[in-house]
């Protein structure tokens, strides 16, 4: 049986910890672009992908236990973009499908 102090609902403190620090750093650093509740909901998201995405990326590229640390740090920010790059594109999803189709986006 696990200690329940290391984990909670199945995922480690730890990763929680990890994924939350460096979604938290990269919300702060452009502070500017959030109100409280968009902040917040950065910071989950990141956390949210983290938390999903840290143990099979470690055992998919089988690497060390204490590796996911780090992934989860990474992905606490990388997740929190996003989120971001997300709702930046569902404002005009076209443009994305034109460029990455090659277009020029069509002048005004």
Same mark, same amino acid.
């Given at each position: 049986m696990t200690?329940p102090?290391?984990?909670?609902? #199945?995922?480690?403190?730890?990763? &929680? %910890?990890?994924?939350? @620090?460096? $979604?938290? +750093?990269?919300?702060?650093? *452009?502070?500017?672009?959030?109100?409280?509740?968009?902040?917040?909901?950065?910071?989950?998201? #990141?956390?949210?992908?983290?938390v &999903? %995405?840290?143990?099979? @990326?470690? $055992?998919n +590229?089988?690497l060390?236990? *204490?590796w996911?640390?780090?992934?989860?740090?990474?992905?606490?920010?990388?997740?929190?973009n996003?989120?971001?790059?997300?709702? &930046?594109v569902?404002?005009?999803?076209? $443009?994305?499908?034109?460029?990455?189709?090659?277009?020029?986006?069509?002048?005004?």
């Amino acid at each position: 049986m696990t200690d329940p102090i290391q984990t909670y609902f #199945g995922i480690k403190a730890t990763t &929680l %910890a990890a994924s939350f @620090i460096m $979604a938290l +750093l990269a919300v702060l650093l *452009d502070i500017k672009r959030h109100s409280f509740v968009t902040g917040v909901l950065a910071v989950f998201c #990141g956390m949210a992908v983290a938390v &999903l %995405a840290t143990d099979p @990326i470690v $055992a998919n +590229l089988n690497l060390p236990g *204490d590796w996911s640390h780090a992934i989860a740090g990474i992905l606490g920010i990388s997740g929190r973009n996003l989120v971001i790059w997300i709702g &930046l594109v569902s404002k005009d999803p076209m $443009a994305l499908w034109d460029r990455w189709r090659g277009k020029a986006p069509p002048s005004k």
